[in-house]
């Protein structure tokens, strides 16, 4: 039973409380299924009780002291391996040496290269380098194209590690072993290697020696184009239009491009080329302009008659007129 009090107004009276009984709602039957299905919904699971989680919150720090043991372990284990690593090239890199000396210069190189990425691997690039440079002067007079790898190796890893000044010096050894062994084509590319990088640590000069050596090899490609190309790349230079450099290589186009080989050999022999290193300064005294060139005639003079023969003939022309015309 429910009963419930209701307020209501009835005109010109004074409101007041009455009760009303009000009946209870229909009662519906629930059927044995639904009962069923209701008590198949299961339950929230009980919370554990406060000894079975501290259990657990202890045996968690458990495992992550023993994670952390471990991973200190590792690390031990790594320092120590890398330890044994940078002993480990200097061992291969000392019967590297041994082999040198005993003229077996290939397995030497072998071993001092096997030894550079031991280097790399222990986080050691300048050793790397090193070992590596050494091996390209061991291996330089034998297999001078091996020496150009390794050079351009080392190149590589001083360039990675920023340090620009050793690289170029390297990548300048590979280009001149290149210009040796008459290999053109990746000698221009080497060269221009080199002037990218001087022209980034501002060595403007160097990079006017560097379109020297570019055109001499261009030339020698006998790609003019290439070549006149390089100069005209070049104005953008700080301070090469207008220099020694510039002029003495528009000369040196303009004799080539009219195949003038007098004046093309009076540009090579000057001091500004005959001063370069030696195989650049080789290729501008070999230097020849298409279908041999045209050379200048020097002044014709006149042929001095000798004096036995002038004197024999004015003798004559005075015996011929001595009579007399009669």
Not at 131 to 159: C, H, M, S, W
Not at 262 to 282: I, R
Not at 295 to 320: I, M, Y
Request: proline share 6%; with cysteine; glycine share 6%.
């Amino acid at each position: 039973m429910m009963s419930a009090l209701l307020y209501f107004t009835i005109p010109h009276t004074v409101r007041c409380p009455t009760w009303f009984l009000l009946a209870p709602p229909p009662h519906t039957p629930i059927s044995r299924r639904a009962t069923q299905r209701r008590r198949a919904v299961p339950a929230a699971p009980a919370a554990p009780p406060a000894a079975e989680a501290a259990a657990l919150w202890a045996s968690g720090i458990r495992a992550a002291a023993m994670a952390a043991q471990k991973i200190n372990e590792g690390l031990e284990h790594l320092a120590k391996a890398e330890k044994y690593l940078f002993h480990a090239a200097k061992a291969y890199e000392q019967a590297g040496m041994m082999l040198k000396e005993m003229q077996k210069l290939p397995e030497a190189v072998q071993l001092i290269e096997k030894a550079s990425m031991m280097y790399l691997e222990n986080g050691t690039p300048d050793t790397a380098a090193m070992a590596l440079e050494r091996a390209g002067k061991l291996i330089e007079n034998v297999d001078p194209e091996k020496a150009v790898q390794l050079y351009q190796q080392t190149a590589n890893v001083f360039e990675n590690e920023e340090r620009l000044r050793q690289a170029v010096e390297l990548l300048g050894k590979a280009s001149r072993l290149l210009v040796r062994g008459r290999r053109f084509d990746e000698a221009a590319i080497s060269i221009q290697k080199e002037k990218n990088i001087y022209k980034e640590i501002e060595n403007y000069p160097t990079c006017y020696k560097k379109t020297i050596a570019q055109v001499l090899v261009h030339l020698h490609r006998n790609d003019y184009v290439a070549a006149e190309r390089c100069v005209r790349e070049s104005y953008s230079i700080p301070g090469f239009n207008g220099s020694e450099d510039c002029a003495a290589l528009e000369q040196l186009l303009e004799g080539y491009d009219q195949q003038d080989q007098d004046q093309v050999s009076e540009v090579c022999n000057s001091p500004l080329f005959k001063y370069m290193d030696n195989d650049y300064a080789k290729l501008g005294l070999s230097l020849v302009v298409p279908g041999g060139g045209i050379k200048k005639k020097s002044p014709a003079t006149p042929q001095a008659k000798p004096e036995g023969v002038s004197a024999a003939a004015a003798e004559e022309e005075e015996d011929e007129y001595s009579g007399g015309l009669c």
